[in-house]
Nanobody
């Protein structure tokens, strides 16, 4: 059983930065495809970024390119989402998700992932 715990959310002013962490247990992070998603009330969960277990390829949503970076620290069994130049529209609950498949099919698709964390709130004030 894989467990994921997100942390690092909070309140930040527009233009600021946050680093979210996703700590994995039950399996080493290097054996997991990890994705970050976000959700606001009344909307579907939206893809943010992902990193593959096979070769650490990364994937980012267009709105996050140049601002959001996903990375993995195998020694700490943790995946990070560094978010810079934050905008009020980035306000959401951010979730990390894990998939144990060797090949990550469609990283943008929430249904690809078997395990989810509880989420961490990110609020960006204008």
């Amino acid at each position: 059983q894989v467990q994921l715990v997100e942390s690092g959310g909070g309140l930040v002013q527009a233009g600021g930065s946050l680093r979210l962490s996703c700590a994995a247990s039950g399996l080493t992070a290097s054996r997991l495809n990890i994705g970050w998603f976000r959700q606001t009330p009344g909307k579907e969960r939206e893809f943010v970024a992902a990193i593959s277990r096979r070769d650490s390829s990364t994937y980012s949503a267009d709105y996050g390119k140049g601002r959001f970076t996903i990375s993995r620290d195998n020694a700490k069994n943790t995946v990070y989402l560094q978010m810079n130049s934050l905008k009020p529209e980035d306000t959401a609950v951010y979730y990390c998700a894990a998939d144990t498949s060797y090949l990550l099919g469609t990283p943008q698709r929430a249904a690809e992932y078997e395990y989810w964390g509880q989420g961490t709130q990110v609020t960006v004030s204008s």
